[in-house]
């Protein structure tokens, strides 16, 4: 028997789910209030210095490259790193226009097949939460890491709000899931997405599981308008070296 995701699918069928979807992806986050400028957002606080020349970054669940594109929003200079284990949105993404220096990767985060570091920062948006063993990859991930290299998760989590906890489920019922359905006629991977928000880490837990993988100078960070205590930034960093 597969492990649930959050008590949404299996674990094992989310890359599918996301296969299934992904043509309708883009319009469906696009219609989403802020979703690109939260994304943005996240990218920012990574504090990457200059315009990202002579850095490398890797976008871990990239999807179809709306993650890759806030990375280089900040630093449009850097040689990133995009790796999915969705087939079809990395085809959507790779079908987008980029510099030469972004390179996109089918593999998942437990198997990292070619994803070589070291990398200056990691960005990952929504996908520790559909993670079978969070902790391990996070510390994987850390072992991609420079020293002195930083880290970002970008996750939804309304675990330490009842106000976020309310909004979600209201905007999940008349909005999210009726969205979804109508515009690809499966529900399923949006009633996943409600209900693994709903059983993942609070925002401090999630903290909590940043400075267990061994990350340091752990901070959380919400984002403003309605997903205010919904979406939050994680930002860690790995120690440097001494002498």
């Given at each position: 028997m597969n492990a649930m995701s959050g008590d949404g699918l299996p674990r094992a069928e989310v890359p599918s789910a996301f296969d299934a979807?992904?043509?309708?992806y883009d319009r469906l986050t696009g219609a989403n209030p802020g979703y690109h400028r939260?994304?943005?957002?996240?990218?920012?606080?990574l504090g990457?210095?200059?315009?990202?020349?002579g850095l490398r970054l890797l976008d871990a669940g990239c999807g179809t490259g709306?993650?890759?594109?806030?990375?280089?929003s900040v630093a449009p200079n850097a040689r990133i790193t995009a790796f999915d284990a969705s087939s079809a949105m990395l085809a959507q993404a790779r079908a987008k226009s980029w510099p030469g220096d972004v390179e996109f990767v089918h593999t998942t985060a437990e198997d990292l097949t070619?994803?070589?570091?070291?990398?200056?920062?990691?960005?990952?948006?929504?996908?520790?939460?559909?993670l079978a063993d969070p902790d391990t990859q996070l510390r994987r991930l850390r072992g991609l890491l420079r020293p002195g290299g930083r880290i970002a998760l970008h996750e939804y989590s309304v675990r330490d709000s009842r106000r976020a906890?309310?909004?979600?489920?209201?905007v999940c019922a008349t909005v999210i899931i009726p969205l979804g359905a109508t515009a690809t006629g499966d529900a399923a991977l949006y009633r996943h997405l409600h209900r693994s928000?709903?059983?993942?880490?609070?925002?401090?837990a999630l903290a909590a599981r940043?400075?267990?993988?061994?990350f340091r100078d752990v901070r959380s960070a919400s984002v403003p308008g309605w997903q205010q205590g919904i979406v939050h930034t994680i930002t860690g960093t790995v120690a440097e070296e001494t002498p």
């Open positions: 979807h992904a043509a309708w939260h994304l943005r957002l996240s990218a920012h606080r990457l210095p200059g315009d990202g020349r709306a993650s890759t594109a806030a990375l280089l070619g994803v070589h570091g070291p990398f200056d920062a990691v960005f990952a948006a929504y996908l520790v939460r559909n906890l309310l909004m979600w489920n209201a928000v709903l059983r993942f880490d609070g925002a401090s940043l400075a267990r993988a061994g």
